[in-house]
């Protein structure tokens, strides 16, 4: 949402009479990475209480603008929302749609400002209402089918990963690699799909956070809604709502809270429970979306250096940030299959080698143990007990017997 287009105050004028705004002052909004947005005061307005949100869309064509119009007036009902407004008389040309203005083939929607503001932190609680807040979201939008009549199509990311891939360090390139093909090994079609948002991010949500509340009143930015599975918005959503990005003066550290994630999750699952197929694939969705993202915005780079984009009402975020998230995320991924690919079997001399348990991880064979130690037969030699850490699938005894 920086500014990229620049239009006079006559133009504003005369877009915001197409709606039945009187135009006083346009507001620049700098934050986001693309579309060009003012906060619009009216003549009634005070100064510091502008009524609506001007957007000039720069990449998304006005037919994508159109569904996403659908899909808002859907929602307004059951969530906080702002629905583009309808013109005042359609063009008698019917060259666009009632609620949206064309300049130089660009789509122009004229919303209602929201109450709240963005949150500069977030809580675990704040994280609960989010996921209730995606899951209704999720839920509701199933009304709305075929799916694919409303959601805009999927950003080719692959060709983006292709082109930046061939610069990057060989570390680098081959954390994008190993997640890339983490993420195509899940088992993809048995994951519930939807339309979803895409971009839930803190900066896209608006909450009253006066006097100890922590009440959430407005999502915003619906232009990336497309159809994709669910646990992917899910991912996108919990890796900016909880992690804590850090400030250039501290080395913008990335801080990602488990705490945090497991309060989305159970908010979520108030409203939508998540099938054990989106569970277990959940961990590589995160590395995926941080991935995603990290390519996101190397592709605003590069389009701001192709087109010239310069200026202080451009605003870069920094890739570094997601590909240091991506690399959290895929170490918790690998550390979680080497747990798996693991088994620790308990024994005890009593039993002639006979196997009392077979357990996934060694602190769960030393509980059995603890269960164990005290009981007839067990008692008299506490400290025969054996754990023994075997890999799956690998030979552990290779010299056959009977052997001289």
Request: glycine share 6%; charged share 20%; proline share 5%.
């Amino acid at each position: 949402m920086s500014v990229y287009t620049h239009l006079s105050d006559d133009q504003f004028t005369d877009f915001c009479q197409m709606f039945g705004v009187s135009f006083a002052k346009a507001i620049p909004i700098t934050q986001g990475i693309k579309n060009s947005n003012w906060f619009i005061q009216t003549t009634e307005d005070s100064a510091d209480s502008p009524s609506y949100v001007f957007t000039l869309f720069e990449e998304r064509p006005p037919e994508d603008i159109a569904k996403m119009a659908t899909i808002l007036n859907r929602l307004k009902d059951t969530l906080p929302v702002a629905a583009p407004l309808a013109k005042v008389a359609p063009d008698a040309d019917g060259s666009s749609p009632y609620y949206m203005a064309l300049y130089e083939g660009k789509a122009i929607t004229l919303v209602p400002c929201l109450s709240g503001g963005h949150p500069k932190h977030t809580t675990a609680d704040m994280c609960y209402s989010m996921g209730e807040a995606l899951a209704t979201l999720h839920n509701v939008l199933q009304s709305l089918t075929p799916a694919e009549d409303y959601g805009v199509p999927l950003y080719p990311w692959d060709q983006v990963r292709d082109r930046e891939i061939q610069f990057m360090p060989a570390d680098e390139a081959k954390l994008m690699t190993d997640i890339w093909q983490g993420y195509e090994s899940l088992p993809l079609d048995s994951l519930p799909k939807g339309l979803c948002h895409l971009d839930m991010f803190a900066d896209n949500t608006l909450w009253d956070l006066t006097d100890g509340h922590e009440k959430l009143t407005g999502l915003l930015d619906f232009t990336e809604v497309s159809v994709e599975h669910y646990v992917m918005d899910i991912a996108i959503t919990i890796n900016d709502f909880c992690t804590t990005w850090g400030e250039a003066n501290d080395s913008e550290t990335v801080n990602f809270n488990t705490e945090k994630k497991q309060a989305f999750i159970q908010g979520y699952q108030s409203k939508r429970p998540l099938s054990t197929a989106e569970q277990q694939a959940l961990p590589v969705m995160l590395a995926m979306a941080a991935v995603t993202f990290w390519l996101l915005r190397l592709n605003v780079i590069y389009y701001n250096r192709e087109q010239g984009r310069t200026g202080d009402s451009i605003m870069v975020k920094n890739p570094d940030l997601m590909k240091r998230l991506a690399a959290y995320h895929w170490i918790q991924v690998e550390k979680l299959r080497d747990q798996q690919q693991t088994v620790y079997v308990l024994q005890h001399a009593s039993t002639n080698s006979k196997v009392i348990g077979v357990f996934t991880t060694e602190q769960q064979a030393q509980a059995a143990i603890e269960q164990l130690k005290d009981k007839p037969g067990f008692k008299e030699t506490p400290n025969a007990f054996e754990i023994t850490a075997y890999p799956l699938g690998e030979v552990n005894w290779m010299s056959g017997f009977g052997e001289a």
